[in-house]
């Protein structure tokens, strides 16, 4: 099944990334409440380009 795509999000608490797929448990993990729309000018999430790349 394809990896289900979502608008950008980011938290400022983190390692300065953002994520884009449901299925990143990195992104996950944030809490909603701390979620912020876009990318914030940061890079894609480890996990994120690994879901990307279809591993």
Do not use: A, L, S
Request: aromatic content about 8%.
């Amino acid at each position: 099944m394809k990896p289900k795509k979502v608008k950008p999000y980011h938290t400022d608490e983190e390692t300065e990334v953002y994520h884009i797929y449901k299925e990143c448990t990195v992104g996950n993990n944030i809490e909603k409440e701390n979620r912020q729309k876009g990318t914030g000018g940061y890079r894609p999430c480890k996990r994120c380009k690994e879901i990307q790349k279809g591993k």
